[in-house]
T-cell receptor
Framework: AQTVTQSQPEMSVQEAETVTLSCTYDTSESNYYLFWYKQPPSRQMILVIRQEAYKQQNATENRFSVNFQKAAKSFSLKISDSQLGDTAMYFCASQRNNDMRFGAGTRLTVKP | GAGVSQSPRYKVTKRGQDVALRCDPISGHVSLYWYRQALGQGPEFLTYFNYEAQQDKSGLPNDRFSAERPEGSISTLTIQRTEQRDSAMYRC??????????????????FGAGTRLSVL
C-alpha cells in the first residue's frame, strides 16, 4: 500500500520569498510517479509538477521545483518568488499504475 | 469537452435519499477515477475505470456506494440511502491512458470541479 505524509498543516511566506513544502511517501514499488497538486480557494485541483521515479533529475516548472530524494522517499516542493496567487492548499500524491494516493495537504498563505 | 465536467456542483439531500453524481471526462480519455474529499483532507480514492470496465473498487466505503461507466465515457457514482457521514466533496478525474507502462504524460489525472454533497 502507498502512504503519503505531509507534516506541515500550514505554512506562510512573504511575497517574493521562497518556501519549501515537505512530503514523504512510502511505496514498495520501483516504478511510480509523484505529483504536487494545488487547490486554490475555488477548490479546483490543478497539477503543479510531476516527477517520474526512475528519473534522477529533479523536475522544474517555472517557479516550482522539487527535491526528489528517492532513497529517503522524500519529495519536497520549492516555490520561488512566491506570489499572492500561490495561496492555496497543496497536496502531494504518489501514483502506482492507476492507484493515486494523496497526503493530507499543506495550507500555504502568501503574505503581501 | 475541454475539461472534466461534473454535475451537479452542489447537492443537498435528506438522509435516506439516493443520489447520483455525474462525471463527463475529457473526450478520448480512457481512464476515469472517483475520489472523495473531506474538508481539510486530501482526496481519497474510491474507484476507477478503464473504458467501461471497473478495475478497482476497493476504495468504496460500503455497498451503498456504486459506480458505472456503461459506454466508456460518462460515469455515474450512486450513493443509496445517504447518511450524514457521506457529506463531502466528490471528485472525478480522467487520464488519457491507464497504467504507467509507456505512459509518459498520458497518465496525468485531470480533475473536475467536484460535486459538494450535503446530507441533512
Amino acid at each position: 500500500a502507498q502512504t503519503v505524509t505531509q507534516s506541515q498543516p500550514e505554512m506562510s511566506v512573504q511575497e517574493a520569498e521562497t518556501v519549501t513544502l515537505s512530503c514523504t511517501y512510502d511505496t514498495s514499488e520501483s516504478n511510480y510517479y509523484l505529483f504536487w497538486y494545488k487547490q486554490p480557494p475555488s477548490r479546483q485541483m490543478i497539477l503543479v509538477i510531476r516527477q517520474e521515479a526512475y528519473k534522477q533529475q529533479n523536475a522544474t516548472e517555472n517557479r516550482f521545483s522539487v527535491n526528489f530524494q528517492k532513497a529517503a522517499k522524500s519529495f519536497s516542493l520549492k516555490i520561488s518568488d512566491s506570489q499572492l496567487g500561490d495561496t492555496a492548499m497543496y497536496f502531494c500524491a504518489s501514483q502506482r499504475n492507476n492507484d493515486m494516493r494523496f497526503g493530507a495537504g499543506t495550507r500555504l498563505t502568501v503574505k503581501p | 469537452g475541454a475539461g472534466v465536467s461534473q454535475s451537479p456542483r452542489y447537492k443537498v439531500t435528506k438522509r435516506g435519499q439516493d443520489v447520483a453524481l455525474r462525471c463527463d471526462p475529457i473526450s478520448g480519455h480512457v481512464s476515469l477515477y472517483w475520489y472523495r474529499q473531506a474538508l481539510g483532507q486530501g482526496p481519497e480514492f474510491l474507484t476507477y475505470f478503464n473504458y467501461e470496465a471497473q478495475q478497482d473498487k476497493s476504495g468504496l466505503p460500503n455497498d451503498r456506494f456504486s459506480a458505472e461507466r456503461p459506454e466508456g465515457s460518462i460515469s455515474t457514482l450512486t450513493i443509496q440511502r445517504t447518511e450524514q457521514r457521506d457529506s463531502a466533496m466528490y471528485r472525478c478525474a480522467s487520464s488519457l491512458s491507464p497504467g504507467l507502462a509507456g505512459a509518459r504524460a498520458k497518465n496525468i489525472q485531470y480533475f473536475g470541479a467536484g460535486t459538494r454533497l450535503s446530507v441533512l
